[in-house]
């Protein structure tokens, strides 16, 4: 009898409160416009994943290196994966807060994961990952230096790369970019 084919790997559990030891967080405050919202009233889906590109940016200019300086060094961090969860709704005019931080970094990838809350409740919770990419959108590794900086920050250390058989079509960036 052959085994059943194998899945994308299960998503990290989701944060449920910021970390509480090593890693570095930064929260930005966001004040939901009308145009952020839906015909029910509810900021759309979407504008959640903005709200969490905003602070990653921020994170990077706060504790690493802002992303201009990133780009200019040839390197772009495009999102392979995304999970949020949605647990309430954010409406028009009210005021979140945005955390997020660097879960970890490896040779070619890193993840950041972000609560979004009102006033001290979660509404969403989440991570993305991203690939490390030059300008013609080839994996590249991140340097040496900089992953290592980057590491300081991070909530945990990196996991073990995937294979390539194990989840998504990121799996294999870390092992195809070892050479570059």
């Given at each position: 009898?052959?085994?059943?084919?194998?899945?994308?790997?299960?998503?990290?559990?989701?944060?449920?409160?910021?970390?509480?030891?090593?890693?570095?967080?930064?929260?930005?405050?966001?004040?939901?416009?009308?145009?952020?919202t839906?015909?029910?009233?509810?900021?759309?889906?979407?504008?959640?994943?903005?709200?969490?590109?905003?602070?990653r940016?921020?994170?990077?200019?706060?504790?690493?290196?802002?992303?201009?300086?990133?780009?200019?060094?040839?390197?772009?961090?495009?999102?392979?994966?995304?999970?949020?969860?949605?647990?309430?709704?954010?409406?028009?005019?009210?005021?979140?807060?945005?955390?997020?931080?660097?879960?970890?970094?490896?040779?070619?990838?890193?993840?950041?994961?972000?609560?979004?809350?009102?006033?001290?409740?979660l509404?969403?919770?989440?991570?993305?990952?991203?690939?490390?990419?030059?300008?013609?959108?080839?994996?590249?590794?991140?340097?040496?230096?900089?992953?290592?900086?980057?590491?300081?920050?991070?909530?945990?250390?990196?996991?073990?790369?995937?294979?390539?058989?194990?989840s998504?079509?990121?799996?294999?960036?870390?092992?195809?970019?070892?050479?570059?």
């Amino acid at each position: 009898m052959s085994e059943p084919p194998r899945g994308p790997a299960a998503p990290p559990q989701l944060p449920s409160s910021p970390p509480t030891q090593a890693a570095v967080t930064v929260t930005i405050e966001h004040r939901v416009g009308f145009h952020e919202t839906d015909a029910m009233g509810i900021v759309h889906h979407a504008n959640y994943l903005r709200f969490c590109e905003n602070a990653r940016v921020i994170w990077l200019e706060t504790h690493d290196k802002s992303y201009p300086e990133w780009i200019a060094s040839g390197l772009h961090f495009a999102v392979t994966r995304v999970d949020l969860e949605y647990k309430q709704p954010a409406r028009f005019d009210d005021r979140i807060d945005v955390t997020t931080w660097l879960e970890w970094v490896r040779g070619a990838s890193l993840a950041m994961a972000y609560r979004i809350e009102r006033e001290g409740t979660l509404l969403v919770s989440g991570w993305t990952e991203h690939a490390s990419i030059n300008d013609a959108g080839r994996v590249r590794r991140i340097p040496r230096q900089d992953r290592d900086r980057m590491n300081r920050h991070a909530r945990v250390a990196a996991p073990r790369a995937r294979k390539a058989d194990e989840s998504s079509p990121e799996s294999a960036l870390d092992a195809d970019a070892g050479s570059r």
